[in-house]
């Protein structure tokens, strides 16, 4: 179980405890005191990233890491981002998060400046009631919010599954699972922030881990270029894929792609290692 | 050990001043060293992307940046500037 599930699952997956998509995550804030900044949004954890990457650009490594290691120290205090399976994800549509509504993704307009304008373009979903009052502020919600079902949610989430994206829940602007974003390297902040610096607390690794059956995979390939996190690869000497258990984030879009079923959903709690590599 | 080091990057804001409608460096770019923003974020109002002034362009991941001057040569306002450090050449 990660950090989150110790500090919020009451013995279960954090995400799948409907009280974690309730506001403020049982913490209520000081009268008149605004919300934490989210370590994951740019120039979150009192903007010590930008002074990270000043130093590093500026080759003062020293800095960097110490700075890195403040930043996670305060974001570990914090829930983060985690990477959640498809068919989780789908399981959260149709039994807690609803209502659901897409929309564009906050980081993909920041980095890339997309304009994500309808259901075709939209890669991003709110969830929960919050979502009801998204009128409130159009600049947040450029390019509005499209309600889905649970069944056209799930065609939506599959949609961009097939295109290669990595799903993942977020507190986006809240102490709540507020979001589900599909999401991919270098657009997204959580993964950049966690493959490019280091920080553990902007995004967790998923609760599985994929592993691949030797016998049911006849090599095709399909699953070759889905992982973001440099886990899996070809190996040519037995041409079969390889995934590295260490690094995989359980996102399961190597499974996803494959079309023998030869790769399957492991939980990290099987392992004596990897219960604990988040 | 390697060390790295990073080119400056000065953004002229009197020439870049419709950065979300123009987004030619923040698309080009690829290691995505960018991000756009609304100066404003105001309770039910919309930005409006073509007002000079109601984005603002800035280098969020300079520690990515290899200096390959792409966005430099895409700028339709020559408000990007790409240089090395003295010292790195030194």
Known sequence: MCRMCDWLGDGEIWYKNPKNYANRMYKLREPGKKAATSISGAGGGGGSLAQAIEAKANGDMDTFHETIKKMDEHGMTRPGAQVVPLSECIDIINDIGMPVGAMHCI?????????????????????????????????????????????EAAEWLEYWDERGMVHMLMQEGGDFIGGLCNCDYPDCGPIRHRIDYGLQSALTKGEYICDVEYDKCNGCGQCLGRCQFNALKYEPTIDKPNIDPMECYGCALCMTACTRNAITLVSRETSPVLKNVW | MYVVINPNIEIDRKRCTTPFDCKRCLQICPTAVFSVHAVRNERGRLTDKTEPGNYALAVSYRDQCSACMRCVEVCPADALTVEMPQEASA
């Open chain 1, 107 to 151: 980081c993909r307009k920041g980095t890339r400046g997309e304009e994500e304008n309808d259901l075709n373009q939209y890669s991003c979903m709110g969830l929960g009631t919050g979502m009801f009052k998204w009128e409130r502020w159009p600049e947040r919600y450029r390019g509005g919010v499209k309600f889905l079902s649970p069944k």
